[in-house]
Nanobody, 116 residues
Framework: QVQLVESGGALVQAGGSLRLSCAAS????????MGWYRQAPGKQRELVAT????GNTNYVDSVKGRFTISRDNGNYLQMNSLKPEDTAIYYC?????????????WGQGTQVTVSS
């Protein structure tokens, strides 16, 4: 079992910055993918960014050049030049596989609100 705990969400003005953190504990395999997803009111949850255990990253087009994902034991999302449309609950995610099955873990989310 894996536990993910997010922190760092806040109210910030447009153009500001925030750094989200995700602390991971439990049984974490060597090969895994960590990431951040977000869900705005009335919208589907969407991928924001992912990072593989080898450091490869992937971003949704709307955050490229503004957000940076990094990792050590958990992972971090540095968010710069924030826009009101970035307002959402941000969820940390971990995906990993054994020989038998796949695992998909989620944190409880942290609220990011960007005022115009």
């Amino acid at each position: 079992q894996v536990q993910l705990v997010e922190s760092g969400g806040a109210l910030v003005q447009a153009g500001g910055s925030l750094r989200l953190s995700c602390a991971a504990s439990g049984v974490i395999f060597e090969i895994n993918t960590m990431g951040w997803y977000r869900q705005a009111p009335g919208k589907q949850r969407e991928l924001v960014a992912t990072i593989e255990n080898d450091g490869n990253t992937n971003y949704v087009d709307s955050v490229k050049g503004r957000f940076t994902i990094s990792r050590d034991n958990g992972n971090y999302l540095q968010m710069n030049s924030l826009k009101p449309e970035d307002t959402a609950i941000y969820y940390c995610n971990l995906k990993q596989k054994s020989n038998i099955r796949s695992y998909d873990y989620w944190g409880q989310g942290t609220q990011v609100t960007v005022s115009s």
